[in-house]
């Protein structure tokens, strides 16, 4: 995570942890009513509407609270939870006009804030209209009353604040669900680049060691010297690939086509193959270059291990190789015999780079691994 996203998520995490402050901060507007009650004639009124205002700051307070809970473990409010409490506040309201007048309508802003960030968008808007109406025509229905306020216009602004605070902790809510989502998405990435290189990797190795190893068993009665050298290939070859599972683990592993030439041409003359291979691959762009020698070790790979060829031959060109051979690993569905995952790891690879691989019968009537690059 960034220094940007760090700081993104403290401030949003503060904003909802000290969000009680907030709304105990904007109970100081309660000021007006209460001024109103306490200036009745009757100690019975002062005190009925002083609790009535109480409460209906506690009500905020506590369906504040609910908001802020909910919106911290990634959820809206319950609903039915937020009707209770704006329900209560409603009938609050109307114990306080009986006693005060149109001046208890300025609560209404209460109301419409909390419909706005606890329940649904549709519900929460038809309720403000609701009240809008409220406030508008019942004052020019009761005698004594004063219908000159603009408690409507200030309800109306703070519902469309409200509704764009609400808009700014969803989405932020969802930025977070992305981020987790692409960073479980990057370790899943990761894994399977990580197990279709070490199976490209070993498959091959593991390929060319197999064949030195029994080349190695049939000489080494009738020429120990050169069954010996045999020996000390595979275990360089051993040690090579190893090395090569610790960089592919570790992300630093490079593959480049001119030193896979020169591994394939080991390889099959290891394994007995005649192979006819381009001197260099310094025609290959350098954007090809890690695709044409992945491609290139999974083709010689098959060839070694399945073909049963006599002859391998390999064109390389600016945006596309070759790989043919005259052996019949080719089953009956046009596919390598190959259990699917070595060529399905290159398909994947010619995919990523706007490629297309071609795998079929060559002319020699073995077959042929053709990769092209735009």
């Given at each position: 995570?960034?220094p940007?996203?760090?700081?993104?998520?403290?401030?949003?995490g503060?904003?909802?942890?000290?969000?009680?402050?907030f709304?105990?901060?904007w109970l100081?507007y309660?000021?007006y009513?209460l001024?109103?009650?306490?200036a009745?004639?009757?100690?019975?009124q002062?005190?009925?509407g002083s609790?009535?205002?109480?409460a209906?700051?506690?009500?905020?307070?506590?369906v504040?609270?609910?908001?802020?809970?909910?919106?911290?473990?990634?959820r809206?409010?319950?609903?039915?939870?937020a009707?209770?409490g704006l329900?209560?506040m409603?009938?609050?309201i109307?114990?306080?006009?009986?006693?005060?007048?149109?001046q208890s309508?300025?609560?209404?802003?209460?109301?419409?804030?909390l419909?706005m960030?606890?329940?649904p968008t549709?519900?929460?808007?038809?309720?403000?209209a609701?009240?809008?109406?409220v406030i508008?025509v019942?004052p020019?229905i009761?005698?004594?009353?004063?219908?000159g306020?603009?408690?409507?216009f200030q309800l109306?602004?703070s519902?469309v604040?409200?509704?764009?605070i609400?808009q700014?902790?969803?989405?932020?809510h969802?930025?977070a669900?992305a981020r987790q989502?692409?960073a479980d998405l990057a370790i899943?990435?990761?894994?399977?680049r990580?197990?279709?290189?070490?199976?490209d990797?070993l498959?091959?190795?593991?390929t060319?060691?197999?064949?030195?190893?029994?080349?190695?068993?049939r000489?080494?009665?009738?020429?120990?010297a050169?069954?010996?050298?045999?020996i000390?290939?595979?275990?360089?070859?051993?040690?090579?690939?190893l090395s090569d599972?610790?960089s592919?683990?570790g992300?630093?592993?490079k593959?480049?086509v001119?030193?896979?030439l020169?591994?394939a041409?080991t390889?099959?003359?290891?394994?007995?193959?005649d192979?006819d291979?381009p001197?260099?691959?310094?025609?290959v762009?350098l954007?090809?270059?890690e695709?044409?020698?992945?491609?290139?070790r999974?083709a010689?790979t098959?060839?070694i291990?399945?073909?049963?060829?006599r002859?391998?031959?390999v064109?390389?060109?600016?945006?596309r190789?070759?790989?043919?051979?005259?052996g019949?690993s080719?089953?009956?569905?046009?596919?390598i015999?190959?259990?699917g995952?070595g060529?399905?790891?290159?398909?994947e690879?010619v995919?990523?780079?706007?490629?297309?691989l071609?795998?079929?019968?060559s002319r020699t009537?073995?077959?042929?691994?053709e990769v092209e690059c735009?």
């Amino acid at each position: 995570m960034t220094p940007v996203e760090v700081s993104a998520s403290e401030g949003i995490g503060r904003m909802f942890r000290f969000g009680w402050v907030f709304g105990l901060i904007w109970l100081f507007y309660l000021a007006y009513p209460l001024g109103e009650v306490l200036a009745l004639p009757h100690l019975w009124q002062k005190v009925l509407g002083s609790a009535a205002v109480v409460a209906f700051g506690a009500t905020f307070l506590i369906v504040i609270w609910g908001f802020r809970t909910a919106n911290r473990s990634g959820r809206r409010v319950d609903v039915r939870w937020a009707w209770f409490g704006l329900i209560v506040m409603g009938s609050l309201i109307v114990v306080l006009a009986v006693m005060i007048g149109s001046q208890s309508f300025g609560a209404t802003i209460y109301i419409a804030v909390l419909a706005m960030m606890t329940l649904p968008t549709r519900q929460a808007w038809v309720l403000v209209a609701v009240l809008v109406v409220v406030i508008e025509v019942v004052p020019r229905i009761v005698p004594d009353w004063d219908p000159g306020s603009f408690f409507a216009f200030q309800l109306v602004i703070s519902a469309v604040a409200a509704w764009g605070i609400t808009q700014v902790f969803k989405r932020n809510h969802e930025l977070a669900v992305a981020r987790q989502q692409l960073a479980d998405l990057a370790i899943v990435a990761e894994r399977e680049r990580v197990s279709r290189d070490v199976h490209d990797i070993l498959g091959h190795s593991l390929t060319v060691i197999t064949v030195k190893a029994e080349l190695a068993g049939r000489l080494i009665e009738i020429d120990p010297a050169r069954a010996a050298v045999e020996i000390g290939e595979v275990e360089a070859l051993a040690r090579e690939a190893l090395s090569d599972v610790r960089s592919t683990v570790g992300g630093l592993r490079k593959v480049d086509v001119a030193v896979e030439l020169g591994n394939a041409r080991t390889a099959l003359a290891s394994a007995g193959i005649d192979a006819d291979l381009p001197s260099d691959a310094d025609v290959v762009p350098l954007r090809n270059r890690e695709l044409f020698g992945w491609t290139l070790r999974e083709a010689v790979t098959n060839v070694i291990r399945h073909s049963g060829a006599r002859h391998c031959r390999v064109d390389v060109q600016a945006s596309r190789i070759e790989i043919s051979d005259d052996g019949g690993s080719i089953d009956d569905g046009g596919c390598i015999d190959d259990s699917g995952n070595g060529l399905r790891g290159l398909a994947e690879r010619v995919k990523a780079a706007n490629g297309t691989l071609t795998v079929g019968r060559s002319r020699t009537g073995g077959f042929t691994v053709e990769v092209e690059c735009r």
